[in-house]
């Protein structure tokens, strides 16, 4: 079984930054890729971000130059660095990893743009 858990989301201005992390444990061999989706109220979820095992990173159009996801290999850890945020990214995250058999999701952390 695979647990994947995210943390570091909550309420911040528009114009200030969050970072949030995703770590997953448990019987991992291999992690194809780990990505960050977002859902806001109303809309369906969406792609923010993602990394595969082979270095390709995809991101957004609506979140380029402002969002960057890294990750940490050996703790099967991805992080995703928010900067500039706005409040239409005002959505709760969820964080998807790919093994070679199937995807696992995060239970998401709520992230609130507003003055």
């Known amino acids: 079984q695979v647990q994947v858990v995210e943390s570091g989301g909550g309420l911040v201005q528009p114009g200030g930054s969050l970072r949030l992390s995703c770590a997953a444990s448990?019987?991992?061999?291999?992690?194809?890729?780990m990505g960050w989706y977002r859902q806001a109220p109303g809309k369906q979820r969406e792609l923010v971000a993602a990394?595969?095992?082979?270095?390709?990173?995809s991101y957004a159009d609506s979140v380029k130059g402002r969002f960057t996801i890294s990750g940490d290999n050996a703790k099967n850890t991805v992080y995703l660095q928010m900067n500039s945020l706005k409040p239409e990214d005002t959505a709760v995250y969820y964080c998807k990893v790919r093994l070679v058999t199937s995807d696992y999701w995060g239970q998401g952390t709520q992230v609130t743009v507003s003055s």
């Open positions: 990394a595969t095992s082979g270095g390709s990173i």
């Open positions: 448990g019987t991992i061999f291999s992690i194809n890729a």
